[in-house]
């Protein structure tokens, strides 16, 4: 079993839809959580921390069900400029991240 | 947010031949370095862990003395392939935690631009 698991999509959703990434992870000691994006050919990029509170950065809300071991990334009223892939990213206690394979979304006009 | 910058962007090499990556830490000082390796359509995986002055630590199933990697400076971190062969063709990317003396971590991981490797 991988250590985190993830839909690769594609999501392919209009202009304004709203849609949601779920990722599950193994590890229950894992300690923190984040979501980046990665552009096709380019490095990783931190979208978002994620808290078990839950948190929001404008269209973008993360969620943490340590219960569960699930972490959820909701993007509201997409762009264009949404079109990436969304990597679940879980640290370990010896800090180091493990990616998941990423979430593919395509926004289309 | 911090900068760390990684050379060569691209570089294309013959087989068996041995290629040098450098990451740097533009404006920080990071104790610690982590090298990814990424194919098509997968994930990000772990490499190893370039500690400064002392000995990386390398994940189960990748070669050390294949993938040389030195951490002589607070600022610099290489990765060197060696001998290298067509299926090490792939994306390397470096990353860096902000551990500037004064600074609180944030915990946020730094990326450089990546590296991609084509052995002929």
């Known amino acids: 079993r991988k250590e985190v698991e993830q839909d690769p999509g594609p999501f392919n959703v209009p202009e304004g839809a709203t849609v949601a990434f779920n990722c599950t992870y193994s590890n229950s000691a894992s300690q923190s959580f984040f979501w980046y994006r990665q552009d096709c050919r380019k490095e990783p990029k931190l979208l978002m921390s994620v808290y078990s509170s839950g948190n929001e950065d404008g269209r973008f809300t993360a969620q943490l069900n340590r219960a569960s071991q699930y972490i959820s990334l909701l993007i509201r009223d997409s762009k264009l400029s949404d079109s990436a892939t969304y990597l679940c990213?879980?640290?370990?206690?010896?800090?180091?991240?493990?990616f998941g394979s990423g979430t593919r979304l395509l926004v289309r006009p | 947010g911090a900068v760390v910058s990684q050379h060569p962007s691209w570089v294309i090499c013959k087989s068996g031949t041995s290629v040098k990556i450098e990451c740097r830490s533009l404006?920080?000082?990071?104790?610690?370095m982590f090298w990814y390796r990424q194919f098509p359509k997968q994930s990000l995986m772990l490499m190893a862990t370039?500690?400064?002055?002392?000995?990386?630590t390398y994940e189960q199933g990748v070669e050390k003395d294949k993938f040389l990697i030195n951490h002589a400076s607070l600022t610099l971190s290489t990765l060197t392939v060696t001998s290298a062969h067509p299926e090490d063709s792939s994306f390397y990317i470096c990353?860096?935690?902000?551990?500037?003396w004064g600074r609180g971590d944030t915990g946020e991981l730094f990326f450089g631009e990546g590296s991609r490797l084509t052995v002929l």
């Open positions: 404006d920080f000082q990071a104790t610690t």
């Open positions: 990353s860096a935690r902000d551990h500037t």
């Open positions: 990213v879980v640290m370990d206690s010896s800090y180091k991240l493990i």
């Open positions: 370039s500690n400064e002055g002392s000995k990386a």
